[in-house]
């Protein structure tokens, strides 16, 4: 009777057992999942851990750490131009200046296991985590002092991230391992922010209460180390009371601690709190530097780049040729009383074609104090000095040669939102059949529209990116009459690039940077010229672009025995006025335009041709009066046999007709266009120099 029993049991296992193998199968499945994804997550993690402490340099630059380090500027020839100090109001003191009263006070408001951590604590991190729990938002930090002082000196402007923090706590156990707790206090009270401008413990001493950092009480001690968590707020007097409390708190974790007696803490409590700034030493002027627009370009870059910390003072040496940095600012400032009203201002980038090496730099006219707003590195709308590059694409693509012809005739289009644009010319003519060479050195705007139907917006913004401008570029019609803004360095750049017929440079400010001792922290090469444009179709385009000067819109920037090249643009209401343009060995842009905004006086005769045309050829003029004369020619052949260009009989003007054809834009092809009502209204206006459109 046994068999059969065992007989049972085996074929109930025996069905059941598939069960069994699928349930075990999915645990396998799962586990492993769940390993390969701890094992990815750990090797991100780590990663971006290693990426955070690759930017750390070597941490014996504690040493002779010098927070808010002067910046010297040089030249090109290495002659000095000026030196910008500190930035931070801070004096640096020994440990032994500093009261042991304000060293206890921070200890016991911002880390009293300072002695006892090697640079981490695991019980601050767990202490805080439990906090921040039970109140459900960020409430306190785990941060040891060692911690704080690697985050300021080394990760000032990052967020907080876990990897961040871990990066933070393996510098911190090395720096515990090099330095001694005193020095690492040093560092800190020396580094420390305490609002009110003032960095540093002797700083912030004199700076609220008129003394030395040596002669603090326990309740200035109390006060100054209560302001650390939030000092730009609690240091200022409107939050004094709140600043008060917070003193207080302090007193109490020193009692808590066993810092001070209670004795101590009832004095410190009751001492009245007298606030008094210490008078300055000197007299402080505001600082202006020389060439202010380029040195304080440079100085920004190196600060944004290096930690200056590191150094006593750098030595920056760049590529500003004072003698044409003298006669830029000279051309657009003595310009600056014969500008049309409503235009205020004016900037120019000047690069030396062989290294893109930026000579010269002027982000605005008048006294700087009064304009501290670089117009040459911020963006302005191109007008028509875009639409060489819509032509380009063209070229490139082989869509169209500089002898195809194209219709300068009425057209509309169905913009954004299915509305209707009529783009005109600014002369509110048309030229019938033109050339493609025509209409590109008269800045026919249907023309530009034209070939930007054929060639599709993303391919042009495609050429432009790879020319050198970097500024957003919006995909519509409109971009091919130059509606999207640019810097001046930009289009100099990009324009750049079409003068060495299609080969990229970036532009240079910086040779090298230098430590206070002369030993060269960077240096930087003159770059490679990089191919990023079809040189045939990039010298057709500089083709036309010299005759833009020699018969086009251009002729007030034409030069004296130099060949030059180059073209103008005008945005809505004369508000944007550009010429860019080159010679055989510099690629120059200058930029007029209204700060406020405002509508310019003085008609059709306000445009970039007349107005920075004539500023691109003072300092033009200017620039080889003191500098060799190029002795070779632009690319694209023989400059001497050049002649103005001429409308001929072909391209008499005639007047719009009703009879206009809207077309919608494509990437590349396009149908046949469906007739229109001649009744159709434009949503955009009747355009200016290149084209009207809304903000």
């Given at each position: 009777?046994?068999?059969?029993d ?23 499945v799962?586990?492993?999942?769940i ?5 990815l ?7 971006l ?21 002067t ?15 500190e930035r ?39 202490r ?21 002082l690697?985050k300021?000196v ?7 991230t876990?990897?961040l ?6 510098v ?7 330095y001694s ?8 009270l ?34 100054l180390?209560?302001?650390i968590?939030?000092?730009?707020v609690?240091?200022?007097p409107?939050?004094?009371i ?6 207080k708190s302090?007193v109490r974790k020193l ?15 009751h ?9 300055p030493?000197q007299?402080?002027?505001t ?10 370009y ?9 930690q ?15 003698s044409a ?7 657009l ?5 014969r500008l049309?009203l409503?235009?205020d ?39 028509s ?38 783009p ?46 970097t ?18 360095l ?5 324009y ?5 017929g299609g080969?990229f ?7 090298r ?9 960077v240096s930087?090469?003159?770059?490679n ?11 057709q ?13 251009g002729t ?7 060949p ?77 046999s050049?002649?103005?260009?001429s409308?001929?009989k072909?391209?008499?003007?005639i ?13 590349g ?7 229109v009502a ?18």
């Open positions: 009777m046994q068999e059969p065992r007989y049972q049991r085996l074929k109930s296992f025996n069905d059941v057992k598939p069960v069994f193998d699928s349930v075990w199968m999915f645990i396998r799962t586990m492993s999942s390993t390969l994804v701890m094992c997550a750990v090797c991100v993690l780590t990663m851990v290693c990426i955070h402490l690759a930017r750390v340099p070597n941490i014996s630059l504690l040493e002779n750490y010098h927070p808010g380090a910046i010297s500027i040089y030249d090109i020839n290495d002659k000095l131009i000026c030196v910008f100090p931070e109001k801070r004096e640096l003191v020994s440990l032994k200046n500093i009261s042991n009263n304000l060293v206890l006070s921070v200890l016991a408001q911002e880390d009293h296991y300072f002695y006892e951590h090697h640079g981490v604590s695991a019980e601050g991190v767990l805080a985590a439990l906090a921040n729990i039970t109140a459900r938002k960020q409430v306190q930090g785990g941060s040891t002092l060692t911690q704080q690697v300021n080394f990760f000032p402007d990052e967020d907080r876990i990897p923090k871990l990066a933070e706590g393996l911190a156990s090395q720096i515990e391992n090099r707790k005193e020095k690492i206090l040093e560092l800190y020396n580094q420390i922010y305490f609002g009110q401008g003032a960095y540093g413990a002797e700083q912030a001493a004199k700076t609220y209460f008129a003394k030395s950092a040596k002669q603090l009480t326990i309740a200035e001690s109390a006060f180390a209560g302001l968590k939030s000092p730009s609690l240091g200022e409107s939050h004094r709140q600043a008060l409390k917070q003193q302090v009692v808590d601690y066993g810092f001070i007696t209670q004795r101590d803490a009832w004095d410190a409590t001492e009245k709190m007298i606030f008094k700034k210490a008078a030493v007299e402080v002027k600082f202006v530097p020389k060439y202010p627009y380029y040195s304080s440079v100085a920004q870059m190196v600060t944004d780049s290096i200056t910390g590191r150094h006593a003072g750098l030595r920056v040496y760049t590529y500003l040729d004072q940095q003298r006669v830029a600012e000279k051309s400032n003595d310009y600056q009383h049309p409503g235009l201002q004016s900037a120019l980038v000047s690069m030396r074609l062989k290294d893109g090496a930026v000579l010269a730099m002027v982000g605005g006219i008048g006294p700087y104090l009064d304009n501290q707003w670089n117009s040459a590195v911020h963006p302005h709308t191109m007008g000095a875009f639409k060489p590059f819509v032509y380009l694409t063209a070229f490139e693509q082989h869509i169209l040669t500089p002898s195809s012809s194209i219709s300068d005739s009425p057209l509309m289009v169905l913009d954004v939102g299915d509305t209707i644009w009529e005109s010319n600014f002369d509110k003519k048309f030229m019938g059949m033109i050339s493609v060479e025509q209409a590109l050195a008269f800045s026919r705007n249907v023309c530009s529209v034209r070939v930007a139907q054929q060639t599709g917006i993303p391919l042009i913004i495609d050429t432009a990116r790879r020319a050198g401008i500024e957003p570029l919006a995909p519509t019609l409109a971009l091919s009459l130059g509606s999207s803004a640019a810097s001046p930009s289009m100099a750049c990009a750049g690039t079409l003068a060495r080969l440079v970036p532009p240079q400010f910086i040779r940077i230098d430590d206070e001792h002369g030993k060269a922290i930087f090469d003159s770059p010229p990089v191919r990023v444009l079809d040189k045939d179709a990039t010298v385009i500089v083709e036309i672009l010299k005759k833009v000067v020699y018969g086009g819109t007030q920037a034409r030069l004296s025995g130099i030059c090249a180059g073209k103008t643009g005008t945005a809505n209401d004369a508000k944007d006025l550009w010429f860019v343009g080159f010679t055989p060995d510099l690629v120059t842009a200058v930029w007029t335009g209204n700060s406020q905004h405002k509508s310019v006086a003085g008609g059709r005769k306000v445009t970039g041709g007349t107005i920075s045309a004539v500023m691109w050829r003072k300092y033009n003029q200017a620039f080889y009066s003191t500098h060799s004369r190029p002795a070779y020619s632009l690319v694209g052949g023989d400059d001497k050049l002649t103005p260009l409308a001929g072909s391209v008499q003007p007047i719009a007709s009703p009879d206009m054809q809207a077309v919608r834009p494509r990437r092809r396009y149908r046949a266009p469906p007739a001649p009744s159709a209204k434009s949503q955009h206006g009747t355009g200016i120099t290149e084209y009207q459109w809304d903000n």
